[in-house]
């Protein structure tokens, strides 16, 4: 890691791919888990049937619109709790508030004036709206989403796509995703990888150092604009 103060050694990679959800993105969901209680379910019952394969992956290939997904999870959820509350259910949460994490936006915000950064996801059609309303538009040199590529995390052409607009070979990208899956196929395309549980996973691969000792409201790096 470069010392404080001195001048940044070159990165052992020339891109990084970036997850969104559960790295830089977080759902809060008391909402849906209230409505579960009240329905007398457990709560996640919603998310396990909303994220299923065959319910979640036509979504994020972008194959159905989010009203469809909403339809689809109450389908599945109707037996249990009736139409109404089943579609009521599916709308909490595809209406789910999100807020993104201010310390990993800092810190990607930090390493995109170092190398291209692009952020890699399996995403629903609304993506750049969600995007714009986190204020996060110009985060990242370049988008993928899985719902305008139609493949999604983990096959790796989505990788290869993430790469390409980079401009990088796979093997020069550092990979950040919560998904061990998903970073397992980044290993085996030959990248470098890192599989997020909290923000301290990113200070060493971004060559970054976390100071210690109170700091503001987006922690130890001010949110400057992202440079175009």
Same mark, same amino acid.
Do not use: C, D, S
């Given at each position: 890691m470069t010392p404080p103060g001195a001048a940044p050694e070159k990165l052992p990679y020339d891109a990084v791919l970036c997850d969104l959800d559960n790295v830089i993105r977080f759902y809060d969901v008391t909402h849906v888990n209230a409505l579960e209680r009240a329905a007398c379910l457990a709560e996640g019952t919603t998310e396990d049937i909303a994220y299923s394969p065959e319910v979640d992956l036509p979504l994020l290939l972008g194959r159905i619109t989010l009203d469809a997904w909403v /339809? !689809?999870?109450a389908?599945?959820?109707? /037996?249990?709790? $009736? *139409? &109404?509350?089943?579609?009521? *259910? $599916? %709308? !909490? @949460?595809? /209406?789910a508030p999100? %807020?993104?994490d201010a310390e990993v936006v800092a810190m990607l915000r930090r390493i995109r004036t170092r190398v291209p950064l692009v952020l890699i996801t399996n995403? &629903?059609? %609304?993506?750049?709206g969600d995007l714009a309303a986190l204020g996060l538009t110009g985060l990242a040199h370049h988008v993928v989403s899985s719902a305008e590529e139609g493949v999604a995390k983990p096959d790796p052409a989505i990788y290869r796509t993430a790469a390409g607009r980079a401009g990088v070979p796979p093997e020069r990208c550092l990979f950040v995703d919560d998904s061990a899956e998903n970073v397992g196929?980044? *290993?085996a *395309? $030959?990248? &470098?990888a890192v599989r997020y549980r909290e923000p301290g996973d990113l200070? $060493?691969?971004f060559d970054l150092h976390r100071p210690s000792g109170p700091y503001g409201p987006y922690g130890p790096f /001010? @949110?400057?604009p992202a440079e175009g």
């Open positions: /339809e !689809a999870i389908l599945r959820l109707a /037996e249990r709790v $009736g *139409l &109404t509350k089943a579609r009521q *259910l $599916g %709308r !909490a @949460l595809a /209406e999100f %807020r993104a995403a &629903t059609p %609304r993506l750049h196929t980044a *290993l *395309l $030959g990248m &470098t200070y $060493g691969p /001010e @949110l400057t």
